[in-house]
Each structure stands twice: as structure tokens, then as C-alpha cells.
């Protein structure tokens, strides 16, 4: 028998000791002597050794911990280690490769012996590798001395060794289990900062914890996916997380990007953006980034080419305002022209696609499903892998497209616009699995927590005031007219029977033989111009006239084309002759608006026009009704116009409030004020009035606006946009106090120098008031708002402080809204995702719940998952050191404690679920190399052991979790009841994860972390 044991080895693992279990214990010494095969002996070396050592056996542990939950058999080793029984030491002066085991004798007859050859103290080393030993008695005296020469020569790491094993033997407080937990299930949820982005990044130290967040979950998301989104609400500073992507892409990845940008928003924020963060970068078409906007894609010239080189050569597209490319349009026979969603779809193959906007849905679910194309390609099983598992994207839309269907209250009939209470829908796409899969959206109230929590001291929010309401008289403005009105939209046919664009209706086929789908979209088409006509009616009378005249103009086109027959002709140019006062009028207020010289010579149809107009074949079509319907669409028209050429601006109530408004308020008439218009016609009317009102510094912008966009924003905004108003003296211009606008600046642009805004027209759509709003309620910067205060004192009691206005004709607003619901078939409804549409934030009186909805929507509620988040952010901060606490934490930490539940018996568990890295779709391999930890996610399990039944709900497992630094520790049941229990939850991860995402043998769920809930 032996009662000491010297042993030589590179290293040592705790599954030998554990193997040897009931026989160390007999020794009254062991020492192990270990070093490493490296040449080099410099002290870094050194110390790499020791800490290689120690990496081996706390890896060893872990993998102790696979079969051996409470690791037994291993307080012993401990105790032994403490006791000095087993002794570790390093040597480290020259190359060490030696392996020899000796054992020495209780009594001197029985003598020593000794074992040379290859298996270091491993598990695998005794038991199962192919090794060669070799026994040797006469020789151990010689060994003996070596081995004593080399021990007395190395350094005891005894103490080194028992901290490695003691971090997993300790007993963990339920507070260690909980903010592991924590930690793993948000790290799943992103990547972390590499020391690229934490020493050698410009743009990462500027940004903003939520927004370091962002980045790092979109990162992730398009590893995995190849495309994702961000559509954090407006205002919330997306701008900064796209600046951090490019540059990590382009100078860290060395990667090709193109960034496409809407043409408002290119010079004053990208291009500002770039040259103040990102300098280093550069662009140009040769350049690793480029930037083009969104209009270049429909250009001619040498664009087509140089879309074909961005094509061949970019590697990312990065995508502002992304929404605008929702509506897919004619993808186009060969040969003819693409629309700019099938230019993009074509430029975006094979390349990642990161998507920016904070309306990913405007107004329907296939929104979103056609920005997800952009980089599926229309693969209709690209997401066809676990845990998603779709294998039809459009049947996944069509599903939800069904159950918002389910949740309708009543059912329109046949032909009309189905719509449904949206409340419901915002639920629908929320739980859904694949919007959460690509999508990172943060509400305002999560960002303002997080700002808290972290200081806040980069960016800041203004408050918001409930909204004002300046109140005007539609009956004092147009008089007769709106009787006219009223009275065109009790017809049969509402205002205008539009029927050539309505052809279907008057076919002379059999109704088999029509498309549905071409039916269903001329109908349409005919309910939005009763729309629009109605919309531009409320807006201004401009707008209504300009609108009629557009009308009759096409209608003029339309029955020139198809008058054939004499009685045809001559009815037309009898019409003409009739109305030839009016149709001279029309022609010259249409080159008015664009401040054109009409042409005496120059009809008001032009050959172009006729062109443009495909004849229908009367032996198809009832094309005599339709010349029919059509004369009396003009008579219609020209009765509008003949009243509208008596109206003058002094009739114009609304615009009177307007006057009054700007000439009255305290802050309006000093201040700066943006006005929101749908229309050109409008904003352009206004200017006029306006500047004939003596209002000065007042400048108008609409999309056919041809001065550059970026100067009369810089003139409005000046702060905000790299400038100030002493430089814009310098350069001689003058700074726009009142800035008339239609929605071409009503988003990604920063007007925050302004801190009022009026929408002149009733917000049909809700999703753009959010959009109009977030030009002056956006994230402040301190340092710009303390050069406003400096050079502008007299801001110091606006700043900080957002109001707007919305104009209503109260006691003509119902028949408005009967009327809308009348040309559009549609309720009126209300979402955050989706918008809030109808007699909703109107004025504050208007419905108390109404206008608490829109705040809700506005600044959103943060979900269970952001409380989660926010509530593991101010651990972190309220706790200096933690985050370093968490990092020491060994894997598979167990603990225990009460449940809060009395009499309920659970077990949770934090599993780390791998993923493949590359999508199953790309590789056809089972290689387990493929697959990483990193690149999949953490998921919890709750197993009730009454019920035996697991739940898998975070935000309905973090209650009976959470815990504090002092939560006792309470551990109550047995040990192989708490392993059978893990055994189960494993087997259920297989067969309901490992099995979906055909995880290859040696591919397991991580336990990350566990606890007894008794």
C-alpha cells in the first residue's frame, strides 16, 4: 500500500481525482507538478502558463458538471487542498514535458514505483486515450531525485488551484442565480462590445445605452438573418445607431455599403452626420461607402450605370425611412421600367439589408412583409428554420392577416374596404414570432428609463403639451359650396361618378371572366379620389379648386380620346365652346402654382397627355355610358369651379385663425413655427397670404420645391443642423422664422430649433401627425441647447416645452367624418402600430381616453421585456462591482429559495440554446463546428413539479425569481430529484428545440444557470 503519490503532468483535470474517488482519500500526500511545453520564458509566458492551468481545470469542472450536477466527490478536494494533503506547484524555468506517476510505499520493504510515459492527470489520460506507460522499479531512485530537484525549483500554485475549484463548489445565493439569469437572457438577445467598438471606435462612446443596445441586436439579428430592422419610435435618435453600423462595416469589416436616404434628409442629417462623427470614412461611388437617395433609383442619365456598379460591388445596404418602400408596384416586363421597391429588390440580392423606420406597418401587415422581401427575395421558406419554422412568409402574413379579420366587430358588405379595430392587431404583431425576430423597436418611455438609469446626460426630451385646438368655420368659408357639396355626396355615385377610371364596372362581358383582384383595385382607386377630393376640400379652397381643375382636365383627355363618332365630337367641342371661359381659367391657375408663363398657342390637353390614356374597345366596353358619366363629372366639376372663381381670401375663415393665431399667442408671434399641409396648393396659398398679411421671414417647401432642401431646412433650423443664426449673417442669409410645409419634411429630419407646430389640416393619418410631431419633439442635445440659449435668451422659458395646434371646424366636423366614412367604406381606428385615425386627439376635451391613447401610443408603455431590461440596467448601476461579480460566476450556478407561491414547488433553469452560424438554407452540413452559443439565444423554463408542466414565459417567470443580495439561500430537495428534473427539462428542449433546428449529435443546450423554488 501507498501512502504518498508524486505525479508529473501538463495539467490536471478534476474528472482524475473524481475517477480515483475512494482511493486519493487513502494517501496521505499527493503532489502534482505540472508545466507547459512553451519554449518561450519570459514572465508573460509565465504567467500564461499558470493561467492555461487554471482555464483547463475550471473547463474540466464545467464538464464535471454535465453528469455531476452538485459535483460530488469534490469537497473533498477541497478539504485536501486546504490541508495542504494535495500540493500543486508550476515549473516553469525551462520547456516541461514530462509525465510520470510515482508512488511511494507505507513501508520501506514494499519500496517505490513509478510509471513513465504519455497520459497527463486526466480523466480521458487514465481511462480511455491510447497511451503509452511504462513501469519502472530500479530506476525510481534517479526519478525520484529529478522529480525533487524540479519540485523544489517550482512555485506552489496549491492555493491558485483551490480559488479554480471553489468557484464551483461554493454555495450561491438565490441573488447570483438571478441576475446570471439576467445577464445570459439579454446577452442572448445582442451581441456584446468587442474591444474594436470599446477602444477604436469614433461613433460608439457618443451613443446612448439604448442605443449601444440596438446596434449590438441588429448586429445579431442580420447575422443571423441577413437583414433586420430598427424602428425605435420618432424622435429617438435611429440616425446614431445607423452612423455606428456603417462605421463598424466599413472600416472594421471592410465591407462595401451603400446607404440609401430619402433626398430631404441627405444633406442636413447623413451628410452632416458623417462629415462631424465619421470623417475618416469618407464616400463617393469609390469609396466603401456610398450614398444615394431614394430618387436615384428612378434616374436617368448615368445613374442606371452606376446603380449597376453599386450592384456588382456593395456588400450592405443600409435603408432611412425605410417604409417607403412598402408598396412593391409593377415589377415590369423586360425592357420596361421598374418602380423603385423592384430597382432596390434587385440591387438587395445577396447583400445584408439593415432597414430604418419607425412605421414598419403604415397600413396593412403586407407592409412589413414586403420590406422583409428586400432581402428573402421572395424564398418563400427563408425562414424555414427552427425556431421560426415558416415555411410560406406570405401564408404567415395571411394567417395574421386572419386574425385581425377575427377580431372585427362587424363586417362590411361585398366591395367595400374591410377595416377592423387595431387595438387587436398592434396585439397580433407584437407576439409575433417573426416580427420579434427581426425587428428592434424601443418605446420612448423605455428610452427615457434607460436615459435615467444611465445618467441621461447625452440627449434629452422635451415635455409635450396637450394638443390646441384653433377652432374655425368651413359654412363661413365656402358658403354655398358646401351645400353644394353636401348635396354631390348624397348621390348615388358620391361627388363624382369617376368612371373612367372605373371601367370594369361598365364591361360588356360575362362577370366570370373579370378579375376580382382588377376590380377590387379600380374600385379602390375611384374611393380614394372621393377621398382626396374631400381631404383637400377641409385643407384650403386651393387646394379643392386645384384638384377640380386636375380633374377636368383628365376628364377632357378621357372624352377626347374616346369620342369617335360625330354626335361624340360635336357634343365635346359644344362643351368646350360652352366653358371655354372656365377651361382658359384652369389652364392659367395650373401654371400659376408653378409660377409658369402659360403659352397663348398651347392647348390645355397636350399630345403627351392623349398618349398616356389606353383606349377601350367599345366592343368590350360600354364606352357610351362611360363618355356619359364622364360629361357629367364636368358639369359637376365646372359648377365647383364657377363658385370657387367667386371666392376670395378674405372669405377664408380658417385662414383668418390662422392670422390671429400667429398674430396672438405669446410664443407663436415671437417664435419659431413649423405648419404641417397635405398639400402643395395649401402651402403655397399660405405663403402668399402670409407674406400679403406683412408676416416676414416666412418660407414654404413642397415636393416641387427646386431651391435646395437642405439650405431652407438649415435656414429654419440652423442649430440643429451644423449652423447657427450668426452664420447664416455671415453668408447673407436670412433665417426663417414661420416654415410652411407639406409632409416632405414631416420625417428623419431635425427641426428641433423649433419648439411649435401647427397642423393646418385634420390628420387623416395618424401614423404621419406622429411623424409631424417627431420633427420638434426629438431627442435635445444639451450643448446645442445651450448655444440657442446663448445666442437666443429670450428662448430660455420655450425650450424644452413642445405645443402644437390642430385647426377643426367643430361644428361641420361630424358631417366631415360621416362623410369620409362614407367615400372610404372604413371604420376609424386606433394603434400604436398602426395609427389613430378618426375624432381622436383632436382637441383635449375631445375624449380624455382618446387623447391618454395617443400619449400611450406617442411615448408607447414599456413591455414586460423592457422592465425586464430596465430593471437588470439599474442592478448594474446600483451595485458597482456587479458586472464583474457576474462575470467571475461559474457556469450551471445553482441556488435556492422560497417561492413566493406558498406550497408551490418549481425549479427554474437558464438554458443557452445554439444556433447554426450559418443558416440551414446556405449549408447543407451537420458539421456541430457550424454551430455557436453565441450566435443563438437564452431561453427560461419554469418546471412545476406538482403539475409537471414547464412554462417558458420570461415576464411570467421573472416574479417568482427576482431576488435581492440578502434573499436567503433555501435548499429542500434532494439532489438526484433536482437532477431527474434537469434530465426532463433537457429532454424537452430536444424534442421541442435541438430536434426543430436538426441539431447535430454533440450540439446541447448550455445551462447557464438553476434554481430550486420550494
Known amino acids: 500500500m501507498a501512502n504518498k503519490f508524486d505525479i508529473a503532468t501538463g495539467y490536471f483535470e478534476i474528472g482524475a481525482l473524481l475517477a480515483l474517488d475512494g482511493y486519493w482519500q487513502k494517501l496521505d500526500k499527493i503532489r502534482i507538478l505540472m508545466g507547459d511545453e512553451v519554449s518561450k520564458r519570459t514572465k508573460r509566458a509565465l504567467v500564461d502558463g499558470v493561467q492555461k492551468i487554471k482555464f483547463i481545470l475550471d473547463e474540466s469542472i464545467e464538464a464535471e458538471k454535465e453528469s455531476n450536477d452538485f459535483l460530488t466527490g469534490t469537497p473533498g478536494i477541497v478539504d485536501a487542498l486546504c490541508n495542504k494533503k494535495i500540493e500543486c506547484r508550476v515549473y516553469n524555468k525551462d520547456k516541461f514535458h514530462a509525465k510520470a506517476y510515482i508512488t ?30 511504462i513501469q519502472i522499479r530500479r530506476e525510481v531512485e534517479l526519478l525520484q531525485e529529478w522529480y525533487e530537484r524540479h519540485w523544489n525549483e517550482a512555485n506552489d500554485v496549491t492555493d491558485e488551484v483551490l480559488k479554480v475549484i471553489e468557484r464551483h463548489t461554493r454555495e450561491y445565493m438565490p441573488f447570483d ?107 463617393g461611388d469609390f469609396s466603401n461607402l456610398v450614398i444615394m437617395n431614394h430618387t436615384d433609383l428612378l434616374r436617368a442619365g448615368d445613374f442606371p450605370a452606376r446603380l449597376q456598379r453599386v450592384k456588382e460591388m456593395a456588400d450592405v445596404i443600409v435603408i432611412d425611412e425605410a417604409h417607403h418602400f412598402r408598396n412593391p408596384g409593377t415589377k415590369g416586363e423586360e425592357g420596361q421600367r421598374k418602380t423603385h421597391y423592384w430597382q432596390l429588390f434587385d440591387l438587395a440580392a445577396g447583400k445584408e439589408v439593415f432597414l430604418l423606420t419607425a412605421t414598419p406597418v403604415n397600413n396593412r401587415l403586407l407592409d412589413l412583409q414586403h420590406m422583409i422581401e428586400l432581402f428573402s427575395q421572395r424564398r418563400a421558406d427563408y425562414f424555414k428554420d427552427a425556431p421560426l419554422g415558416i415555411h410560406s412568409l406570405s401564408g404567415h402574413f395571411r394567417k395574421m392577416e386572419n386574425e385581425l379579420e377575427r377580431t372585427m366587430e362587424e363586417k362590411y358588405a361585398k366591395g367595400e374596404i374591410v377595416q377592423i379595430n387595431q387595438v387587436e392587431a398592434e396585439q397580433v404583431l407584437a407576439n409575433d414570432a417573426l416580427f420579434k425576430a427581426l425587428v428592434v423597436q424601443r418605446s420612448r418611455a423605455y428610452v427615457k428609463k434607460s436615459q435615467e438609469q444611465y445618467g441621461g446626460n447625452l440627449a434629452i426630451f422635451p415635455k409635450r403639451e396637450d394638443p390646441e385646438v384653433a377652432e374655425y368655420s368651413i359654412k363661413k368659408t365656402y358658403g354655398k359650396l358646401l351645400t353644394m357639396i353636401e348635396d354631390a355626396f348624397s348621390k348615388e355615385k358620391p361627388l363624382f361618378s369617376l368612371a373612367m377610371y372605373y371601367p370594369l364596372a361598365y364591361y360588356k362581358g360575362p362577370d366570370t371572366t373579370i378579375d376580382p383582384f382588377a376590380q377590387g383595385r379600380q374600385r379602390e382607386v375611384v374611393g380614394l379620389i372621393r377621398t382626396q377630393f374631400l381631404k383637400r376640400f377641409e385643407s384650403s379652397a386651393r387646394a379643392f379648386e386645384m384638384s377640380c381643375q386636375t380633374l377636368l382636365v383628365k376628364l377632357l383627355a378621357w372624352i377626347t380620346k374616346h369620342s369617335q363618332t360625330e354626335s361624340e365630337k360635336r357634343r365635346l367641342e359644344r362643351w368646350k365652346r360652352q366653358n371655354a371661359e372656365l377651361i382658359g381659367y384652369t389652364h392659367q391657375r395650373q401654371h400659376e402654382l408653378f409660377d409658369e408663363e402659360p403659352d397663348e398657342n398651347e392647348d390645355i390637353i397636350d399630345p403627351e397627355m392623349l398618349d398616356e390614356i389606353q383606349e377601350l374597345s367599345r366592343d368590350e366596353y360600354n364606352v357610351e355610358e362611360i363618355l356619359s358619366e364622364s360629361f357629367l363629372d364636368l358639369e359637376e366639376s365646372a359648377k365647383f369651379l364657377n363658385e370657387l372663381h367667386k371666392f376670395k381670401a378674405s372669405h377664408d375663415d380658417k385662414l383668418k385663425a390662422l392670422v390671429k393665431l400667429l398674430k396672438t399667442d405669446p410664443v407663436l408671434k415671437k417664435h419659431k413655427v ?69 409632409d416632405v419634411l414631416s420625417e428623419g429630419l431635425n427641426l428641433q430649433d423649433a419648439t411649435r407646430m401647427i397642423n393646418y389640416d385634420i390628420h387623416w393619418n395618424p401614423v404621419r401627425l406622429m411623424q409631424r410631431i417627431g420633427r420638434v419633439d426629438r431627442r435635445m442635445n444639451v450643448d446645442i441647447e445651450k448655444q440657442i440659449l446663448a445666442d437666443h435668451p429670450d428662448q430660455k422659458e420655450v425650450r424644452g416645452i413642445v405645443a402644437y395646434w390642430n385647426f377643426l371646424p367643430p361644428d361641420e366636423l361630424d358631417n366631415l367624418l360621416r362623410l369620409f366614412g362614407k367615400v372610404a367604406h372604413k371604420t376609424l381606428r386606433i394603434s400604436k402600430v398602426f395609427g389613430i385615425e378618426g375624432k381622436k ?58 417561492n ?37 439565444y437564452t431561453k427560461w423554463y419554469l418546471y412545476n413539479i406538482e403539475k409537471e408542466t414547464i412554462i417558458d414565459e420570461p415576464t411570467e417567470i421573472i416574479g417568482l425569481l427576482r431576488s435581492t443580495p440578502e434573499t436567503p439561500r433555501k435548499t429542500y430537495l434532494h439532489q438526484q430529484t433536482l437532477t431527474e428534473i434537469r434530465i426532463k427539462i433537457e429532454k424537452h428542449i430536444k424534442n421541442t428545440y435541438l430536434k426543430q433546428v436538426q441539431a447535430p449529435v454533440g450540439v446541447n443546450a448550455i445551462l447557464k444557470a438553476w434554481m430550486e423554488l420550494t
Not at 448586429?219 to 429617438?236: E, S, T
Not at 396659398?685 to 439650405?711: I, M, P
Not at 449652423?723 to 447664416?728: K, N, Q, R, V
Not at 433553469?909 to 454551430?931: E, H, M
Request: glycine share 8%; aromatic share 10%; with cysteine.
Open 900 to 936: 413566493i407561491t406558498p406550497g408551490t414547488k418549481a425549479v427554474f433553469f437558464c438554458y443557452a440554446l445554439p444556433i447554426q452560424k450559418t443558416p440551414v438554407r446556405d449549408v447543407k452540413t451537420g458539421d456541430s463546428a457550424l454551430w455557436s452559443e453565441e450566435a443563438g
Open 841 to 898: 386627439l383632436l382637441k383635449p376635451e375631445d375624449d380624455y381616453e382618446a387623447l391618454k391613447d395617443f400619449t400611450h401610443e406617442y411615448e408607447g408603455a414599456t413591455t414586460p421585456l423592457e422592465d425586464m431590461h430596465l430593471e437588470f440596467q439599474k442592478l448594474l448601476n446600483d451595485n458597482p462591482g456587479l458586472a464583474e461579480r457576474i462575470e467571475a460566476l461559474p457556469g450551471k450556478v445553482f441556488s435556492g429559495k422560497e
Open 177 to 283: 442565480v438571478y441576475i446570471k439569469s439576467l445577464q445570459e437572457f439579454f446577452r442572448g438577445h445582442e451581441l456584446t462590445a468587442t474591444e474594436w467598438e470599446r477602444d477604436s471606435s469614433k461613433v460608439y462612446h457618443v451613443l446612448d445605452q439604448y442605443q449601444k443596445e440596438g446596434y449590438h441586436a441588429l448586429r445579431k439579428i442580420a447575422a443571423r438573418h441577413q437583414g433586420a430592422f430598427l424602428c425605435d419610435g420618432v424622435g429617438l435618435g435611429k440616425t446614431f445607431v445607423g452612423l455606428m453600423l456603417m462605421e463598424r462595416l466599413v472600416v472594421f469589416e471592410r465591407k462595401r455599403v451603400l446607404l440609401l436616404v430619402p433626398k430631404a434628409a441627405r444633406k442636413p442629417v447623413w451628410e452632416q452626420a458623417i462629415k462631424k462623427y465619421m470623417p475618416h470614412i469618407g464616400g
Open 674 to 742: 413649423l405648419i404641417f399641409t397635405e398639400y402643395m396648393a395649401t402651402a403655397r396659398y399660405l405663403k402668399q397670404q402670409l407674406e400679403d398679411t406683412r408676416f416676414t421671414e416666412v418660407d414654404e417647401v413642397d415636393s416641387a420645391t427646386k431651391r435646395d432642401r437642405g439650405d431652407i431646412i438649415r435656414q429654419f433650423a440652423p442649430y440643429y443642423n451644423g449652423s447657427s443664426s450668426d452664420e447664416l449673417k455671415e453668408e447673407k442669409l436670412e433665417e426663417t422664422r414661420i416654415l410652411i410645409s407639406t
Open 104 to 133: 511511494h510505499g507505507k513501508h520501506a520493504v514494499v519500496g517505490s514505483t513509478a510509471l513513465v510515459g504519455s497520459s497527463n492527470l486526466t480523466y480521458p489520460g487514465l481511462t480511455q486515450n491510447v497511451e503509452l506507460n
